[in-house]
């Protein structure tokens, strides 16, 4: 496929609503970020980590694409804060994972819309990803604790849940934004204490708030669709 056509793709099937909303939200945190003289590591990855959010939530295959280069930046910037659940989680494990999601997703492609086909889990299937990610992230907690870990529960469970999240991702089902509201709202205070702590990282935060709120809308626009799909 050539690059013109594939990028003509991947802006397909987009509302007015998005086409305005999203790039307004990315000139506002890019915006903020250099009135305020923010890092500017932290700025890239904030807006490759909500590109990411976006392509992803669109079904976009794209969406590695800015995850691969949000990882790196999101992990450099884990490391300054201390926060080495989130070090370890960007480094060992998105970086590659977002690869096998690029393998996985172009087998499940749409070939009219170049999205790819959204599913959902069984019930049994999600009481069991829920109850063996919440043990693993007690005892998470308690390891960074003892390596001196800055906020090390809450930096378990955003580690654990993410490390969930993205399998859900990969595999295509709605369950993953409600992983997704939880990991994103407990990094958005996770981050604001970090600044509050003296972290130049507002763009962090205000990425996280708008992983945040984005989650919100991609439940609601996948739910709304994969219904349709039952109906018909």
């Known amino acids: 496929m050539k690059l013109i056509e594939f990028i003509k ?6 509302g007015k609503f998005e ?3 999203f790039p307004l939200e990315i000139l506002l945190i890019i915006g903020i970020s250099f009135i305020i003289d923010d890092s500017k590591v932290a ?7 909500i590109m990411y959010t976006i392509f992803a939530g669109k079904g976009k295959i794209s969406c590695y694409i800015f995850g691969l280069t949000g990882t790196m930046c999101y992990a450099f910037i884990a490391f300054q804060n201390q926060l080495y659940g ?5 480094m060992l494990y998105y970086f590659p994972m977002q690869i ?4 996985k997703w172009k087998k499940h492609l749409k070939k009219e819309k170049q999205e790819i086909i959204k599913t959902k889990l069984k019930p049994v299937e999600c009481w069991l990803f829920l109850t063996i990610t919440f043990l693993i992230s007690l005892a998470a907690a308690l390891i960074l604790k003892k390596t001196g870990g800055a906020t090390p529960f809450m930096d378990a469970f955003t580690t654990v849940f993410s490390v969930t999240g993205l399998i859900l991702t990969i595999k295509r089902v709605i369950e993953q ?13 996770m981050w604001i204490e970090a600044y509050f702590n003296g ?6 935060v205000l990425m996280w708030v708008t992983y945040f709120v984005l989650a919100f809308y991609f439940l609601y626009t996948w739910r709304r669709e994969i219904l349709g799909n039952d109906i018909k």
């Not at 700025?43 to 490759?48: E, P, T």
């Not at 989130?86 to 960007?90: D, G, H, K, R």
């Not at 096998?100 to 393998?103: A, E, K, T, W």
């Open 9 to 14: 793709n991947e802006l397909s099937g987009w």
């Open 19 to 21: 086409r305005i909303i």
């Open 43 to 49: 700025l890239v990855s904030a807006v490759c980590g």
């Open 86 to 90: 989130n070090l370890f989680l960007y």
């Open 100 to 103: 096998l999601g690029i393998l």
């Open 177 to 189: 934004w409600y992983i997704w509201i939880i990991v994103n709202g407990l990094s958005v205070i």
């Open 199 to 204: 972290s130049n990282c507002l763009a962090t």
